[in-house]
């Protein structure tokens, strides 16, 4: 069994009083007491067993175990330093969290990210991705999410079309810019449908003007999944016309019916946070003129 190390804080006061060469000064930058300070050390000294420290009357100096100890406990500290520096918010106050639907990330965030940054220079981003809602975190300054903006507590925005459409692979389609396929001609295919939402084949197709209900071949976990296996031509999509917008513009995906039927489920954005107010304002502002023009 290994034994247990001196707490950080004992070291901490050592490298302190080793640099200044004081226990005044090294509990003041600490924020300590002298008392505090010279009781700490006196305990890292009796754990090590060697004196660190020769007290003098106008100050201190280093013993030769003292001058050993302080390059490899400054190393340390600066790496701990480091490594936490990334989850410290209140050093990292330029730094806004942002936790997103993957779909959202890949259609828009992606694409249009840097337009943000240029903009906001003095503003940098942390993106954490998620499928299902109860995966963002907690600590995120910002939230986009899937679901229903209704049951959520916080202030939001919905993004964009919160609309249904029926998308295809032009290619899948015989190379046509649109089309109406019927309940016969949709059974040739395999149809492709999000998981986790009402706004399914079965329940939907009728409001396209489907006498069939149909029944979904593939079933993902995401609207943006779905847009990807349609412009693979894997099948035909019911899906997000929020998610399918870029892909319909850039003529991956073209409409299998001129109608559009309203979602129950929407993607949504709003802030969790209020540490980072203004710069977390400044990105849902940016978020909904990109996803609105």
């Given at each position: 069994m290994?034994?247990?190390?001196?707490?950080?804080?004992?070291?901490?006061?050592?490298?302190?009083?080793?640099?200044?060469?004081?226990?005044?000064?090294?509990?003041?930058?600490?924020?300590?007491?002298?008392?505090?300070?010279?009781?700490?050390?006196r305990?890292?000294?009796?754990?090590?067993?060697?004196?660190?420290?020769?007290?003098?009357?106008?100050?201190?100096?280093?013993?030769?175990?003292?001058?050993?100890?302080?390059?490899?406990?400054?190393?340390?500290?600066?790496?701990?330093?480091?490594?936490?520096?990334?989850?410290?918010?209140?050093?990292n106050a330029?730094?806004?969290?942002?936790?997103?639907?993957?779909?959202?990330?890949?259609?828009?965030?992606?694409?249009?990210?840097?337009?943000?940054?240029?903009?906001h220079?003095?503003?940098?981003?942390?993106?954490?991705?998620?499928?299902?809602?109860?995966?963002?975190?907690?600590?995120?300054?910002?939230?986009?999410?899937?679901?229903?903006?209704?049951?959520?507590?916080?202030?939001?925005?919905?993004?964009?079309?919160?609309?249904?459409?029926?998308?295809?692979?032009?290619?899948?389609?015989?190379?046509?810019?649109?089309a109406?396929?019927?309940?016969?001609?949709l059974?040739?295919?395999?149809?492709?449908?999000?998981?986790?939402?009402?706004?399914?084949?079965?329940?939907?197709?009728?409001?396209?003007?489907?006498?069939?209900?149909?029944?979904?071949?593939?079933?993902?976990?995401?609207?943006?999944?779905?847009?990807?296996?349609?412009?693979?031509?894997?099948?035909?999509?019911?899906?997000?016309?929020?998610?399918?917008?870029?892909?319909?513009n850039?003529?991956?995906?073209?409409?299998?019916?001129?109608?559009?039927?309203?979602?129950?489920?929407?993607?949504?954005?709003?802030?969790?946070?209020?540490?980072?107010?203004?710069?977390?304002?400044?990105?849902?502002?940016?978020?909904?003129?990109?996803?609105?023009?």
């Open positions: 290994s034994r247990p190390l001196p707490p950080l804080g004992w070291f901490r006061a050592f490298e302190s009083a080793a640099q200044l060469l004081s226990f005044t000064a090294a509990a003041n930058e600490l924020g300590m007491t002298q008392s505090a300070v010279s009781q700490q050390i305990s890292l000294e009796s754990r090590l067993g060697c004196q660190l420290f020769i007290r003098k009357h106008r100050g201190l100096a280093l013993t030769d175990e003292g001058r050993k100890l302080l390059p490899e406990v400054t190393r340390s500290i600066d790496a701990i330093r480091s490594a936490t520096a990334p989850y410290d918010r209140q050093t330029d730094v806004i969290t942002v936790a997103t639907s993957v779909s959202v990330a890949q259609w828009y965030l992606a694409p249009a990210l840097h337009t943000f940054v240029t903009r220079p003095g503003i940098k981003i942390r993106l954490l991705t998620s499928v299902w809602p109860d995966e963002l975190a907690d600590a995120s300054d910002v939230q986009i999410r899937f679901g229903s903006a209704k049951d959520n507590e916080l202030k939001y925005h919905a993004l964009g079309s919160d609309q249904l459409v029926i998308v295809a692979s032009p290619t899948l389609l015989g190379g046509t810019k649109a109406l396929l019927t309940d016969e001609q059974k040739e295919h395999s149809l492709i449908q999000a998981v986790g939402t009402t706004d399914t084949w079965p329940n939907r197709a009728q409001a396209f003007g489907l006498k069939d209900s149909h029944e979904a071949t593939l079933q993902v976990d995401s609207h943006g999944l779905a847009v990807d296996l349609a412009i693979a031509g894997a099948g035909i999509a019911l899906t997000s016309k929020f998610i399918a917008t870029p892909a319909i850039n003529g991956q995906l073209v409409l299998a019916n001129p109608n559009s039927v309203e979602a129950r489920d929407c993607y949504f954005i709003a802030i969790n946070s209020q540490q980072h107010a203004a710069t977390s304002s400044a990105f849902v502002d940016w978020i909904l003129e990109l996803t609105q023009s």
